[in-house]
T-cell receptor
Framework: AQSVTQLDSQVPVFEEAPVELRCNYSSSVSVYLFWYVQYPNQGLQLLLKYLSGSTLVESINGFEAEFNKSQTSFHLRKPSVHISDTAEYFCAVSVEGSNYKLTFGKGTLLTVNP | DTGVSQDPRHKITKRGQNVTFRCDPISEHNRLYWYRQTLGQGPEFLTYFQNEAQLEKSRLLSDRFSAERPKGSFSTLEIQRTEQGDSAMYLC??????????FGPGTRLTVT
């Protein structure tokens, strides 16, 4: 069975600073990887996904994540955060043969301070 | 189409009562998932439907839980004889492809 570990439960940063949210996964088969974001009092929204091909994937709001197969990681980065990026971020994995259900990490609360 | 909707958004019930939640997926999405999220945890998979067929149930889904998706449209999740441990956010997601799930806002259940 697959699992996801998000190494930091909370990450406080100042506005315009860079940030990295770490995610490691374990799986014996090929995986699809996702980052979801949950703003306060809202549902989960897909931020970006890795399916195949280029290991670097980007979102429309400046986030990027890099799939590293040898390190089984899919860390999320942003070079300069805004106050509006304050949210909970979840890393998730799905695999073939599992009905593509998502297995989530525990989440990382990103708090951007002025 | 405004996305996945769930009803009610909040439910407070007394221990031992039955509750039912509804999920309306995005139209034409044939895949539907239920997840449960407790405080400080990520969502955990409960069950999966493809059209009207329930194809997978998690071990988390005890005998008190039942889910349906009649005619492959909306879905309901019923919890019988609720317990305090059932307090959680219940999330529904739908998808058309295997690569992307769209989540509803969730139903927050509080069992007193």
């Amino acid at each position: 069975a697959q699992s996801v570990t998000q190494l930091d439960s909370q990450v406080p940063v100042f506005e315009e600073a860079p940030v990295e949210l770490r995610c490691n996964y374990s799986s014996s088969v090929s995986v699809y990887l996702f980052w979801y974001v949950q703003y306060p009092n809202q549902g989960l929204q897909l931020l970006l996904k890795y399916l195949s091909g280029s290991t670097l994937v980007e979102s429309i709001n400046g986030f990027e994540a890099e799939f590293n197969k040898s390190q089984t990681s899919f860390h999320l980065r942003k070079p300069s955060v805004h106050i509006s990026d304050t949210a909970e971020y979840f890393c998730a994995v799905s695999v073939e043969g599992s009905n593509y259900k998502l297995t989530f990490g525990k989440g990382t609360l990103l708090t951007v301070n002025p | 189409d405004t996305g996945v909707s769930q009803d009610p958004r909040h439910k407070i019930t007394k221990r031992g009562q039955n509750v039912t939640f509804r999920c309306d997926p995005i139209s034409e999405h044939n895949r539907l998932y239920w997840y449960r999220q407790t405080l400080g945890q990520g969502p955990e998979f409960l069950t999966y439907f493809q059209n009207e067929a329930q194809l997978e149930k998690s071990r988390l889904l005890s005998d008190r839980f039942s889910a349906e998706r009649p005619k492959g449209s909306f879905s309901t999740l019923e919890i019988q004889r609720t317990e305090q441990g059932d307090s959680a956010m219940y999330l529904c997601a739908s998808s058309l492809s295997i690569y992307e799930q769209y989540f509803g806002p969730g139903t927050r259940l509080t069992v007193t």
